[in-house]
């Protein structure tokens, strides 16, 4: 099988220009078949606060009413995202941007939860992922470039966790791929020691994972990576790693930067 | 040659939620390859007001510096393309939202003038259109939505008038497809007395479009219709008309609505 990459990034590079474009540039590099998927960042809130629209966070997940909707989907899937392709033509990527309703490529249901309504948050799985338009798009030499925000096929559009898209969409193209999934962020990969930035594991597995987040010894924004990342792992994605952002070309030409993932 | 409708909405449609709703149920409904392209409305003056941006027109064209560009490629690429492809994702019709950055479908260079600078603003011609990745997605059975921003391929977003996007796309797939380009807006057509609804001329030529201009009986809101639907017909486009948006399956059925634009 064809290799293929799925490449998560987050808001903190989003939210500083020059580390975007020394990302960009490396992706744009990339000698393979590929995918972006890009989270937020701290546009979102800014405009919030602009706009007076009180944000409210349980456990990490914003709580999404319908003002909050606007927002995320005019600064993920417009600005953000059109920004993102627009940079990327210009490096020579046939990048092509993607909200989940773009050809119903990433369908999601309301999130139920017993006590708290997350308002317009949507869960997805791997069902969710229209792995044939993706197919189409990348053999057409096109690469996807996507948003977090998805739909429900009933008119509405929902916010969806980022790491999750990528994870979900590279369990589903691990059918059609040889895929290699990267979590890219601003830590060399998983530290045993959240203090150290030179305590970088080299491999984690299933149980150690387990026995460090009991231990409170994980920084919490890694842990819906480290979620994603084994769940991906456990559904047939070859490879998957938490790398720094600065070494994705590194990764590519050498395959083993940052922490890799095993069962 | 197959038929393909490429058909524009602006902004009072979009405004207006329940008009929205009809007019997409009508477009959903057409059984023939087609094209949406769409205009802005109210919600980026809206957004701009509360933003603090000033916002400065002249001659009906809105000055675009980079606060103002942020504004409209949330508004127009975020918040309103990706809730018209929900909805009509829901209405059956396998639509994908398109900037003119994604996949290159739309390459614009910056307005040029002897004494104005109108900032991220782009203009467009028939060459500015990437035809081919246009027909994949229609062989695709994919249905584009376009907003009416475009880039430069050097990473920058521009803002495009939406009748220029629509009628320029129309002369580029003229090449392929037996094309219809349909202006819908809430007039029945062109309007001999703008006083009188009833006053509409069934076709208009260009001798008596200059006539009427001449005369000041024109709307100022319809002059870039007009103007971008003489140039669509003089380069290759089949058929158009300026129609009443409600009778857009009318038009479909029977093709005799509103006023068709004549050589």
Sequence with gaps: MQKLYIIKIGGNLIDDEKSLNDFLIQFAGIDAPKILVHGGGKL?????EKLDVPQQMIDGRRITDKATLDIVT????GNINKNIVARLQHLG??????SGADGNVIQASK???PSIDF?????IDKNSINQELIVNMINLGLVPV???ITH???GNLFNTNADTIAGTIAQSLSEKWDTELLFCFDKNGVLENVEDDHSTLQTINKEEFLQLKSEGKLH???LPKLHNAFLAKENGVKKVFLINENKLSAQILQGNEGTEICL
């Design 44 to 48: 979102a809130n800014t405009l919030a």
């Design 119 to 123: 308002g317009f948050v949507g869960d």
């Design 74 to 77: 005019m600064v993920y899937a």
């Design 152 to 154: 429900d096929k009933m």
């Design 93 to 98: 990527c046939n990048a092509i941007g993607f």
């Design 146 to 148: 996507f948003s977090a």
């Design 111 to 113: 999130r139920q939860h």
């Design 220 to 222: 919490k924004g890694i």
